[in-house]
């Protein structure tokens, strides 16, 4: 949301705004990236007796530039809260601010911010100042926070501050996540490789290239001499290679022959017979002496 009325120099906004003793009420926004500029204004703001809202706004991508700004101020009544969650980015440039201000008794809201970078910069704010109630408290989770920094008051630069001018002032606190600068990164080596292992030499040319001229259909040996008509022909002898076949002779696999009778001879000796698959001579003698 950005830009201002031409006729009455009115700024775009999104607000919830309580001028009496009722509270006003709370602003929940979800998108993939919000964009607040040229002066745009998202509030949850109470200028009477009653209490702010609370401001909660959850996106990948959260963006104040050009005196935009997102605030749950309140004059007498309890503190508005602005609670930010973005999965990648919150950006404030250009007179940026982030407020929970309070004014007269009323206490500074608490500013709640998540994201992996927090970025600041040309004289962008996030404040939870007070007059004669207490500072708000403001907590950031972050991986990185550039260009802000905490200070105990403003100044043209980009401020963190949470400070009352007669009551006790708040608490900033700036988490960032324990991590791992090794996280991820593969050790190398510490000895140095020696390239000359590690790259194979390329084979040499053997022999000169070479041409061979074979009279028509060829070249001839000088380009002032036509082709000749002679053709050229390989009187060399053929080589046969002399093969010899070799034939190879089936194998007979020697088969069992299942026991069809057993024979007790003379001295006791146990033999076992089988019919024979070969017709025998009317006058040939039977295994075992037997007629």
Do not use: Y
């Not at 004014?103 to 709640?112: K, S, V």
């Not at 002032?169 to 988490?175: A, E, H, L």
């Not at 034939?247 to 017979?273: C, H, K, W, Y």
Request: charged letters at 20%.
């Amino acid at each position: 949301m950005s830009g201002v009325s031409h006729i009455e120099q009115l700024n775009s906004q999104i607000t919830t705004l309580s001028e009496t003793e009722a509270a006003a009420g709370s602003i929940d926004i979800a998108v993939e990236k919000l964009r607040v500029t040229d002066q745009g204004l998202i509030s949850v703001s109470s200028l009477g007796q009653g209490d702010a809202g609370n401001l909660t706004i959850m996106a990948d991508q959260i963006r104040l530039t050009d005196s935009g700004s997102l605030q749950a101020e309140v004059v007498a009544g309890s503190q508005g809260n602005i609670i930010l969650m973005a999965d990648s980015l919150l950006f404030m440039r250009r007179g940026a601010l982030i407020s929970t201000n309070a004014t007269n008794e009323a206490t500074g809201g608490e500013i709640t911010i998540e994201a992996p970078v927090v970025l600041g910069l040309d004289n962008s704010d996030i404040v939870a100042n007070a007059v004669q109630g207490d500072g708000g408290n403001i907590s950031i989770t972050t991986q990185a926070l550039l260009g802000l920094e905490f200070r105990d008051f403003l100044t043209p630069e980009n401020d963190i501050t949470a400070s009352s001018q007669f009551g006790l002032d708040g608490i900033v606190q700036i988490d960032t996540p324990d991590l791992e600068p090794n996280q991820g990164l593969i050790e190398l080596p510490s000895d140095v490789t020696d390239p000359s292992n590690q790259i194979s030499t390329g084979c040499l040319v053997a022999a000169d290239n070479s041409l061979t001229v074979s009279g028509r259909s060829g070249l001839p040996d000088s380009p002032d001499i036509p082709n000749s008509s002679e053709v050229w022909e390989d009187w060399r002898p053929l080589e046969t290679e002399a093969r010899s076949a070799t034939r190879s002779m089936p194998i007979e696999n020697a088969s069992l022959t299942e026991a069809t009778d057993i024979v007790i001879a003379a001295n006791g000796q146990v033999e076992f017979i089988a019919q024979s698959e070969t017709l025998m001579a009317p006058n040939q003698m039977s295994c075992g002496g037997r007629s």
